[in-house]
């Protein structure tokens, strides 16, 4: 009877042990969502933001797999109203990445605002970390409209914790030879620039959810 047992025992510590390294095994999937600047607007695939950053974040081990989900074009509320089947269950963090066609087509601020909240606010609610991705409004604006925008990002990220990458064309807005001919997407030297500034906040915010 006790030898019995004991076989039992000991298979049921080696299944659960087989399903908690299949478990294990499993890549971590994260969804890069956005609009033309994570999508690679006029790139291929493999240079698009998520798929430059997944190459990247597994050259330094990490087993991940990021799918893109930008639409060139979408607005925070183009995002919004597809955020829901857009970020499949499953998804272990999101890259959130929109506004930038908000501020270029003049969308009031608060408008914005009140989208993104709302998109993080769904996301939190199915228990999915995410990483906002900050954008500025263009020179062109004013002055005015600046100072409504570009405070949204880094207060969202105090009010709701999360992680903030402060500005996603940082080191190549100012830079032409890293800009497609229309002055405006990153060519693939320009998503180089971005993957390698964006890198440690992609490790600081997979850190934190392997840490939950």
Known sequence: ?????????????ALGFTVTTAARA???????FGDSLMAGYQLPPEDAFPARLEKALKAKG????????GVSGDTTSGGLARIDWSVPDGTKGVILELGANDALRGIPPEESRKNLVAMVEKLKSRNIPVLLVGIMAPPNMGDDYAARFNPIYPELAAKFGVELYPFFLDGVVENAGLKLDDGMHPNGGGIGVMVERFLPYAERFIGSMQTQ
């Open 1 to 13: 009877m006790f030898i019995k047992g004991f076989a039992a025992f000991l298979l049921t510590l």
């Open 26 to 32: 499993e890549p971590l999937q994260l969804v890069g």
């Open 62 to 69: 990490h087993d991940i797999v990021i799918t893109n989900a």
